[in-house]
């Protein structure tokens, strides 16, 4: 880059809020307010930003949440996250307190009808790197890894893991050029997308490290 020498690097972090909000939910039981509102996925994701913003003192951050309602991969995969039971009452209804403590710490939410916070978070990561930034993507779930590469790591804030493309393909077993290949090949039940029969993530990881047989031309 044409920066000067000794100049700071302008950075963004981009919070996948969604799975954040998931996470705390299971993960923190039987909190409650005094009107008996469940408050257990507000407190986990609010303790999990204030310690990003005093830890890591970001210039610039960004909440992506999905929206309700169907994605572009519904049109191409009808069956996509077909089998996912409800979303859970009590989570539900912490979604728009979750956003409310955004707003208080003047944080942008990023949504947008038939995308899904993922889908935000590595287009703002490409727009952002373009622009100079170094960008910080603060997610727990693998499909993200993928966006590593100059310039982006990822922050697994539960784990307290941080992974630039050495570290992914540590932790993970493969490049994060990779990643989505490995993904495809042992699909994601959880999304109930479909991978290759009888192939898990280990016989995947082995699958795209092999390297390609010589075909004569």
């Known amino acids: ?19 954040q909000i998931f996470r705390a939910f299971f993960a923190i039981r039987g909190l409650t307010n005094a009107e008996g509102v469940p408050t257990n996925a507000v407190f986990g994701f609010t303790t999990m930003l ?12 960004g909440v992506a ?17 077909a089998h996912r039971p409800p979303v859970p ?6 979604v728009p307190l979750v956003k409310q403590v955004c707003e208080g710490f003047r944080i942008p939410l990023l949504e947008l009808a038939g ?20 960008v910080v993507v603060v997610a727990s779930d693998k499909d993200l890894l993928q966006l590593v590469g100059p310039g982006v790591t990822v922050l697994n804030p539960s784990k307290d893991l941080r992974l630039d493309a050495s570290g992914v393909a540590e932790h993970f077993g493969a490049a994060p050029g990779l990643v ?17 029969p009888g192939v898990g993530q ?6 795209v490290k092999t390297p390609a047989p010589n075909v004569p031309a």
């Open 89 to 94: 009452e009590d989570l539900l209804a912490q």
């Open 1 to 19: 880059s044409s920066m000067p020498p000794g100049a700071a690097v302008k950075n963004l972090y981009l919070i996948d809020g969604t799975s």
């Open 180 to 196: 989505r290949d490995v993904l495809g090949l042992m699909g994601d039940a959880v999304d109930n997308i479909p991978g290759v």
């Open 202 to 207: 280990k016989t995947a990881l082995a699958l």
């Open 115 to 134: 995308y899904e916070a993922d889908d935000l978070i590595a287009t703002y990561a490409r727009l952002a790197r373009e622009a100079g930034y170094e």
């Open 65 to 81: 949440f999905d929206l309700e309602g169907p994605t572009f991969r519904h049109e191409r995969f009808a069956d996509y996250k």
């Open 50 to 61: 204030r310690k990003l913003l005093n830890e890591e003192k970001p210039e610039y951050v």
